[in-house]
């Protein structure tokens, strides 16, 4: 069985690969993210990923759409 602080370090890489550029793949759902003026959004769930001063990420996705609730963070 994995343990939960080894699927985080996971999540991370995952973010970080996002942010870099280095991959294409929507964290929510699966899809072709686009990069657009700072955003990582997904045309699919309509989430968006932006980078937050400090090396932070925020993930933010849409109230009414099946990705979950919005402001999650990240």
């Known amino acids: 069985m994995t343990s939960v602080a ?3 370090r996971t999540l991370e890489q995952e973010l970080q690969a996002v942010l870099r550029g280095a ?3 929507c964290l929510v759902c699966g899809e072709f993210v686009l990069h657009a003026g700072g955003m990582i959004t997904c045309p699919e769930c309509n989430s968006c990923l932006r980078a937050e001063p400090g090396g ?3 993930l933010a996705t849409p109230s009414s759409g099946r990705a979950g609730s919005a402001g999650a963070s990240v």
């Open 56 to 58: 932070e990420a925020a």
């Open 23 to 25: 991959s294409l793949e």
């Open 6 to 8: 080894s699927l985080h």
